[in-house]
């Protein structure tokens, strides 16, 4: 089972590395859709329902927007130099032809994107992403980022001081470095291998969540969840204090050599090296699993 | 008196005087420790002595006190209401009323920001406490925080309804896909609460549920 998560966030990662690769051969290509002169931290809020929406942070004071419209008439930008609308207009019904929008904002720029079926794919800006079904990926060195997406995947690759992700059914995969991060699903599986959390939240309903990685001293990182199960894959030196309770479900440990301060059916309390990180995890009746690294 | 802080109806009722035994006793030596419960009871005391001593024909002591009381109370009734009072107290007329119907969703949903931003506090202090002393969880603190989310859910679905003929076809799916497996574990939790209603963990994983659906239901702004 958790290889197979593993598999699924490394496949993730490749389709979408592959399909950003496609797509930024063809998009020099595409016709400038608006340019303009902005100061660096504006804010910019793009709309586009059905396609793809590529942002990229650069080193300008500028925006610029390529794109393939797929319905003549239906992209507009406008605004001044503290920040742009972008919007493709999209009906409440139907299914119009896919607009793909390539965006060049300042890195300093807060992107506000709202799209319904369109892939979204951030790198070098922070921001807000809303999506209905489409895929979501962020990556490189960003401000704060917030990501809604009800059924689509979310795949995260980033250096950031704050990373909230609400994901529904879709896998929800969290690499690079986010200082804080709240993560969460409904049924979507949540796979969390990232370095440099200081404070996690992490939980679903009823999807798997997996964590591997590092945990920081002084590290407060909190699990819970419903009916999914939980495996944590630590350090073999991990330095930390772990409270696992599960009301209905097992709690197995392989940290065997340990003893552990308490243990009951329904709950573990033990502490690994100085207990210098703080480990919580709830689980209402999936299964709980604590383990070294192999 | 292990817990970290004395609940609101603690701190209530060593303000009024009108607990006593060892109950009394054992708050006593928690305000004795802690600064900030002391504090807010001394508080609490104070403006029950200036209610109290006020006259009942409204002279400037008891003007002094409806001013120190009545901006936190009008922020509050204007979180909840449909158009915003002015600064001297009355609505603001024809405009406001319109305003108003507009802003009813708004209102709405800043309202929940605010009852979330409440509960979130409550369920991770408790989830703090938890970590340290899990024996002592004060588990009607967590309850207070469940309450909190059933209300502010109910508000939320309300507006589900009014605004469900407005939402795209495919986020109305996700949307009641996403509540149907919410409700379905917080029937569970809530049955296993009943049965075990000490339990804090189950309170806490209760009130975390709670929160999903918020969020949920919170994502309707977005969907239209």
Same mark, same amino acid.
């Given at each position: 089972m958790?290889?197979s998560?593993?598999?699924?966030?490394?496949s993730?990662?490749a389709?979408?590395?592959?399909?950003?690769?496609?797509?930024?051969?063809? /998009?020099?290509?595409?016709?400038?859709?608006?340019?303009?002169?902005?100061?660096? /931290?504006?804010?910019?809020?793009?709309?586009?329902s059905? %396609?793809?929406?590529?942002?990229?942070?650069?080193?300008?004071?500028?925006?610029?927007? #390529?794109? #393939?419209?797929?319905?003549?008439?239906?992209?507009?930008?406008? %605004?001044?130099?503290?920040?742009?609308?972008?919007?493709?207009?999209?009906?409440l019904?139907?299914?119009?032809?896919?607009?793909?929008?390539?965006?060049?904002?300042?890195?300093?720029?807060?992107?506000?994107?709202?799209?319904?079926?369109?892939?979204?794919?951030?790198?070098?800006?922070?921001?807000?992403?809303?999506?209905?079904?489409?895929?979501?990926?962020?990556?490189?060195?960003?401000?704060?980022?917030?990501?809604?997406?009800?059924?689509?995947?979310?795949a995260?690759?980033?250096?950031t001081?704050?990373?909230?992700? #609400?994901?529904?059914?879709?896998?929800?995969?969290?690499?690079?470095?986010?200082?804080?991060?709240?993560?969460?699903?409904?049924?979507?599986?949540?796979?969390?291998?990232?370095?440099?959390?200081?404070?996690?939240?992490?939980?679903?309903?009823?999807?798997?969540?997996?964590?591997?990685?590092?945990?920081?001293?002084?590290?407060?990182?909190?699990?819970?969840?419903?009916?999914?199960?939980?495996?944590?894959?630590? /350090?073999?030196?991990?330095?930390?204090?772990? /409270?696992?309770?599960?009301?209905?479900?097992?709690?197995?440990?392989?940290?065997?050599?340990?003893?552990?301060?308490?243990?009951?059916?329904?709950?573990?309390r033990?502490?690994?090296?100085? %207990?210098?990180?703080?480990?919580i995890?709830?689980?209402?009746?999936?299964?709980?699993?604590?383990?070294?690294?192999? | 008196?292990?817990?970290?802080?004395?609940?609101?109806?603690?701190?209530?009722?060593?303000?009024?005087?009108?607990?006593?035994?060892e !109950?009394?006793?054992a708050?006593?030596?928690?305000?004795?420790?802690?600064?900030?419960?002391? *504090?807010?009871?001394?508080?609490l005391?104070?403006?029950?002595?200036?209610?109290?001593?006020a006259? +009942?024909?409204?002279?400037?002591a008891?003007? @002094?006190?409806?001013?120190?009381?009545?901006?936190?109370?009008? $922020?509050?009734i204007?979180q909840?209401?449909? =158009?915003?009072?002015?600064?001297?107290?009355?609505?603001?007329? +024809? @405009?406001?009323?319109?305003a108003?119907?507009?802003?009813?969703?708004?209102s709405?949903?800043?309202?929940?920001?605010?009852?979330? =931003? $409440?509960?979130?506090?409550?369920?991770?202090?408790?989830?703090?406490?938890?970590?340290?002393?899990?024996?002592?969880?004060? +588990?009607?603190?967590?309850?207070d925080?469940?309450?909190?989310?059933?209300?502010?859910?109910?508000?939320?679905?309300?507006? &589900?309804?009014?605004?469900?003929?407005?939402?795209?076809?495919?986020?109305? +799916?996700?949307?009641?896909?996403?509540?149907?497996v919410?409700? *379905?574990?917080?029937?569970?939790?809530?049955?296993?609460? $009943?049965?075990?209603p000490?339990?804090?963990? &189950?309170?806490?994983?209760?009130? *975390?549920?709670?929160?999903?659906?918020?969020?949920? &239901?919170? !994502?309707?702004?977005n969907?239209?």
């Amino acid at each position: 089972m958790r290889s197979s998560s593993m598999l699924i966030g490394a496949s993730l990662f490749a389709l979408v590395a592959l399909a950003d690769r496609l797509g930024a051969q063809s /998009a020099a290509d595409w016709p400038i859709l608006a340019a303009r002169r902005v100061v660096g /931290a504006s804010t910019f809020k793009i709309f586009n329902s059905r %396609g793809s929406v590529r942002v990229v942070g650069w080193d300008h004071d500028s925006v610029l927007v #390529r794109g #393939r419209v797929g319905r003549p008439g239906s992209f507009s930008a406008g %605004g001044d130099t503290l920040g742009l609308k972008i919007s493709v207009d999209d009906p409440l019904h139907g299914s119009p032809p896919p607009t793909s929008l390539v965006i060049f904002l300042p890195r300093r720029a807060r992107a506000t994107i709202k799209a319904v079926n369109a892939d979204v794919d951030v790198s070098g800006v922070g921001g807000w992403i809303y999506t209905i079904t489409g895929s979501t990926r962020v990556s490189g060195s960003i401000g704060a980022m917030e990501i809604e997406s009800m059924r689509g995947a979310v795949a995260v690759d980033a250096r950031t001081p704050w990373l909230r992700v #609400r994901g529904g059914d879709g896998p929800v995969v969290i690499r690079g470095s986010p200082e804080d991060a709240d993560v969460s699903t409904i049924t979507g599986s949540l796979d969390i291998a990232a370095s440099g959390v200081v404070r996690g939240q992490f939980g679903s309903v009823s999807g798997a969540v997996h964590f591997r990685g590092p945990v920081a001293s002084g590290g407060i990182y909190e699990f819970s969840n419903h009916s999914g199960e939980t495996i944590l894959s630590l /350090a073999p030196d991990v330095s930390a204090v772990l /409270a696992l309770s599960n009301v209905s479900g097992r709690i197995e440990s392989d940290f065997a050599a340990t003893r552990p301060a308490s243990h009951t059916a329904q709950s573990l309390r033990v502490t690994l090296g100085h %207990g210098d990180a703080q480990i919580i995890v709830r689980s209402f009746k999936g299964p709980i699993h604590v383990g070294p690294q192999r | 008196m292990d817990a970290e802080h004395l609940t609101e109806d603690e701190r209530q009722t060593m303000a009024d005087g009108s607990l006593t035994g060892e !109950r009394a006793t054992a708050l006593l030596e928690h305000l004795a420790r802690c600064a900030a419960c002391s *504090s807010d009871v001394a508080r609490l005391r104070t403006i029950r002595a200036r209610v109290a001593s006020a006259p +009942t024909d409204g002279d400037a002591a008891d003007t @002094a006190a409806v001013d120190t009381l009545w901006p936190a109370i009008r $922020a509050r009734i204007d979180q909840r209401k449909d =158009a915003a009072l002015d600064a001297r107290g009355g609505t603001t007329g +024809t @405009a406001g009323r319109r305003a108003g119907n507009r802003l009813r969703l708004v209102s709405g949903l800043t309202a929940a920001a605010c009852i979330v =931003a $409440a509960a979130l506090v409550g369920a991770r202090r408790i989830a703090r406490r938890a970590s340290v002393t899990p024996q002592v969880v004060a +588990t009607t603190e967590v309850a207070d925080s469940v309450t909190a989310y059933q209300q502010e859910a109910q508000t939320l679905l309300d507006e &589900l309804e009014l605004r469900r003929a407005l939402l795209r076809p495919d986020a109305l +799916t996700a949307i009641d896909h996403d509540l149907a497996v919410v409700d *379905s574990a917080i029937v569970e939790l809530r049955a296993a609460a $009943a049965r075990d209603p000490n339990n804090a963990a &189950l309170h806490q994983l209760l009130a *975390s549920t709670y929160e999903r659906k918020i969020e949920i &239901l919170k !994502r309707i702004g977005n969907a239209g």
